[in-house]
Structures are given as C-alpha cells and as structure tokens.
C-alpha cells in the first residue's frame, strides 16, 4: 500500500483551464471518490495520477516516489476504465495475464496469480470463456482482476460501473468495497453518482470547474456542506437566502435560525429534505407554512414538492409509516431544528 499525494496541480487545453491548483492527499489502504459534473475535472485527475496526462505544474507522489515525469508502465497503478476496455479476440485468462506478461511474469508464476486473481473477484472457472461470453457485471469483474493481478500500489477505477443497471450495480459497489477492503489497496474512484461516492468512500472529494470545493468523510460533507454547490451536488437540499437580524433569517414573515449566525450580513440557509419534519413540532424549532403541490410515491418513501414562504420551492423526505398521502392543495406546517440549518457559502 502506498500513499498518493498531489501538489499544486494544473492542466490547461486550449488556453482554458481544468484543473487549478489541486493539492490533495489519497492516505495508504484508502478509498477515496472524486465527484464532480461533468467537465469538473475528476477524469483528468485520475488519468494525471495514472501518468496518461503530464501536468502544466505541480508535483504527484506515490509513497516517497516523485512520478510527476515516471511514464505509466513504471509507476505499478492498476486502472479499470467505464468502458473495461477488455481484449476481445482474448480470453479471460490472456486478458488479465496481459499486464503481468508486459512485466515479464510469465508460466506457472503468472497462473498462479491469474488464478488467485479470478477466485478474488468470483470467476473461477470463467477463465477460457471470451468477453462477449460474459454479462456486463462479469467482464467489470475481469477488469478488476486484470488491474489488481499485478500488485499495484495504487488502484485507479474511471466510473466502472456506470453501464450496468442499477440492481447489479449496487451488488457491484458491495463487491468492490468487500475486495478493496481484502486487498488493501489504495483506491481513487471517479463518480458522478451521488449514493456511489457515499456508500464506497472512506472521503469524498467534490469538484466543480478544476477546484476541489470540498474534502471529508461522506457523512461529514453531507450532514455540514461547505458551499452551496457541496449542499445541492451531494444529495438535495432547501436554501432559504436573507439578512440576519436578531439572531434569526426573516423569509416572507418567517423567521428561520442557525447556529453562528452572523448579525447583520446576507446568508444563505441550507435544510437537507429528510430533516423536515411535517406538523407544527416542538416549541424552539424552525417553521414554516406550506402547500402541497404533488406527492412522489417511492413504495418505502415520499417526496413531496411544495411551495413555501414567498412562494419558495421546498422539497421534504417522508417515510411511508402510516400509507397516508398529503393530498395536492393541502396545506401543512414544516418543522426541523436549527442543528440541522447549515450556513454554507452562495
């Protein structure tokens, strides 16, 4: 296992910037998910620590090797890429042998570590089939193998799970957390899903136009978000936006309270849905009056979509306990506490 770190990296194409001074550290064993939109630049950074990309500037490090300049053969990183890019005319076992043999691993030495790798991923017996004899969950199987027989020292994976569907997707994230966790290796994982990067991550990085706005554990990024972009990219969120005045955030004649607010400056408020509670709730706690304007039936869950203060749009997680749905027009006091307003930067 080895650490990666990266100092000061930039990268420009076509005078337009991608990443901007990206100083960030991946820790030995870890598990790490860059998220972002498209464009932010989460694929550009993986494929800097691969070595597929030289930076403008900056420095990365694995363990006490500066590879800034060391080409992608030398630097012992396994990739899995969205597309598994498999050989087709191959078969399972020449295809994850591939990377052992441009190592000079070869006979009873590169079987053995084939074999040990299938078994890890739940393949024996898959190895004289080809890629086109596999389902999607597979052949994503045998291009884990294939990153991991080497040994590396870092694991690299580009959203390899974004082409399957969603039930075997999540059985994925289960089965790709369960292996980094046996082998130990480090792990940068490039998403853009959401429940992805909180379910695998050990941290999570957010990123937005070359930036990293954001770096923590996933419950610590989602629960105190940052910025607003933090607040609405991981997971959803209601922004109420005013002055502080006596303590407290007048919206259309509600007054809704933080801790730490400062007296006298513009802030915006942010609410995460499953905070709010529907009723008028304890004395003390945030409220505000709003009206129904659909219900999203989930099975398990609700969502409903309302119009509040000034005519706001407000969004509230709901549990489905009791199988009673808020009909359209209905009109209903929201209440959470003022531990769950966060003050985050607009």
Not at 332 to 339: A, C, G, I, K, R
Request: proline content about 5%; overall charge neutral; charged content about 20%.
């Amino acid at each position: 296992m080895s650490d990666v770190n990266l100092t000061g990296i930039a990268k420009s194409y076509g005078g337009s910037p991608v990443l901007t001074d990206i100083s960030v550290s991946f820790p030995s064993g870890s598990f790490t998910s860059l998220l972002g939109p498209s464009g932010s630049g989460k694929t550009t950074l993986l494929r800097i620590i691969a070595g597929f990309i030289t930076p403008e500037a900056g420095a990365v490090t694995i363990g006490a090797e500066d590879v800034t300049r060391v080409p992608v053969w030398a630097r012992n990183i396994g990739m899995v890429f969205q597309s598994y890019a498999l050989f087709p005319h191959m078969t399972v076992r020449d295809n994850v042998a591939f990377g052992l043999g441009r190592r000079g691993v070869k006979g009873a030495e590169a079987k053995r570590r084939v074999d040990e790798a299938l078994e890890m991923v739940r393949l024996p017996g898959f190895a004289d089939r080809l890629p086109k004899q596999l389902s999607g969950g597979q052949q994503q199987r045998v291009a884990m193998a294939r990153a991991i027989v080497t040994e590396p020292k870092v694991l690299l994976l580009d959203e390899p799970l974004s082409a399957l569907d969603r039930r075997l997707r999540q059985e994925m994230q289960v089965e790709l957390l369960s292996l980094q966790r046996e082998i130990g290796v480090t792990t940068i994982f490039v998403t853009h899903d959401q429940e992805e990067a909180l379910t695998l991550s050990d941290q999570v990085a957010i990123l937005d136009r070359g930036r990293i706005v954001q770096m923590g554990a996933p419950a610590a990024i989602y629960e105190r978000p940052a910025t607003r972009f933090a607040a609405e990219f991981l997971g959803d969120a209601n922004f109420f936006t005013g002055r502080v005045e006596s303590g407290a955030v007048a919206v259309a004649g509600s007054r809704i309270t933080a801790p730490d607010l400062p007296e006298g400056r513009e802030v915006t408020l942010a609410v995460r849905p499953e905070k709010i509670s529907l009723g008028a709730g304890e004395n003390g706690g945030n409220r505000v009056q709003a009206r129904v304007l659909n219900a999203i039936y989930a099975g398990a869950n609700l969502t409903y979509l309302m119009e509040g203060p000034g005519g706001m749009g407000l969004k509230v997680f709901a549990q489905n306990a009791d199988g009673v749905i808020l009909p359209k027009g209905a009109e209903v006091t929201l209440h959470w506490s003022p531990d769950h307003t966060i003050l985050v930067e607009d």
